[in-house]
């Protein structure tokens, strides 16, 4: 009888289904019909110019249309082997190293005093997107009105005060410091704005509890403000390095890379090579090679100042 019972129960139990491989298989489909537009986009905004950059490197064409030779390798040879490359490079590194610490300054000074209540944080909270949506040309030509040797506030008043300084972009030793001031100014609004929203995130709990504890503003702040907040800051160093790294504009209508290269940052040694002189595969040689090199920093960047599960 008990063998009979368990025979029915077997009989009655219900089939595996073998519907479930070919449902996933469907839910599989859909997924790669729906995300393969995004990747034929990609493809053809960036993948499409990146090989014809590589493509335009390995000849020798002066200007875009005209006729070229393949010529191989020896282009981007002759850019690696340029020290006025190399040079552009180092500048692109002291430009990084002084917008990162500049912006970063100024942005959590900014973000610290937002957070506070009375008549500044108003104010702050009124301008402090003033300097972001001005135009970048409308920032180079102000700063250089400020600044002019002969009628500029900024001068006048240096003059006023005993410091003749000069023009400061004007001088080879001021040109790319003075540029780095002002394209900090420029953005790091932006960068306040998100770390002011950042801050918003750490639980006022977590800050209560640690006073109580007794911990100080300082010791709050580095151990429990800081680890919070730590991907938010991860994500905007990232963004902010490749976009300082990225820009010409800024400078070009400034100084134009002068006086004597002393702002020639990277981007800026390219666009002389394509469009000052007319070496267009040389210019995609060294675009190849400034993608490389920004590959590594995000690589290094990864690894360094990723946040960590355990911090």
């Known amino acids: 009888m008990a063998d009979e019972n368990v025979a029915s129960l077997a009989a009655e139990a219900p089939a595996p289904s073998r519907s479930r491989p070919a449902a996933a298989a469907r839910s599989n489909l859909l997924g790669y019909v729906l995300v393969a537009p995004l990747v034929l986009i990609m493809l053809g905004v960036i993948g499409f110019p990146l090989v014809n950059t590589i493509a335009l490197g390995l000849q020798d064409q002066r200007v875009i249309g005209t006729p070229s030779e393949f010529v191989g390798f020896e282009t981007f040879v002759a850019v690696l082997s340029d020290g006025a490359f190399w040079r552009s490079v180092a500048r692109s590194g002291l ?12 942005a959590f000074a900014t973000a610290l005093l937002l957070m ?44 006023a ?13 001021t040109a790319l410091a003075a540029l780095t001031f002002v394209n900090s100014w420029h953005w790091f609004p932006l960068a306040a704005v998100v770390i002011h929203g950042a801050l918003h995130t750490v639980p006022t709990e977590i800050l209560e509890a640690a006073r109580i504890d007794g911990a100080n503003a300082w010791q709050t702040f ?32 400034v100084t134009e890379g002068g006086p004597a290269d002393a702002s020639t940052t990277a981007p800026v040694f390219t666009y002389h ?27 290094v960047y990864f690894k360094l100042a990723r946040p960590r599960d355990d911090a």
């Open 95 to 106: 430009w990084l190293v002084g917008n990162l610490a500049l912006q970063t300054g100024l």
């Open 116 to 159: 506070r209540s009375g008549l500044w944080s108003r104010t702050a909270r009124t301008w402090i997107l003033l300097p972001w949506v001005i135009p970048t040309v409308a920032v180079a030509v102000i700063w250089q009105w400020m600044t002019n040797t002969n009628y500029g506030i900024i001068t006048k008043f240096l003059a």
């Open 161 to 173: 005060v005993g410091i003749d300084m000069g023009g400061p972009f004007a001088s080879a030793g």
């Open 273 to 299: 090579k394509a469009f000052s002189a007319f070496r267009a595969s040389e210019a995609a040689a060294a675009s190849i090679a400034t993608i490389a090199l920004l590959a590594l920093l995000v690589y």
């Open 222 to 253: 580095w151990h429990v403000t800081m680890p919070i907040i730590q991907p938010i800051l991860f994500a905007l160093g990232l963004v902010g390095s490749l976009w300082a790294l990225n820009i010409v504009d800024s400078i070009y209508l």
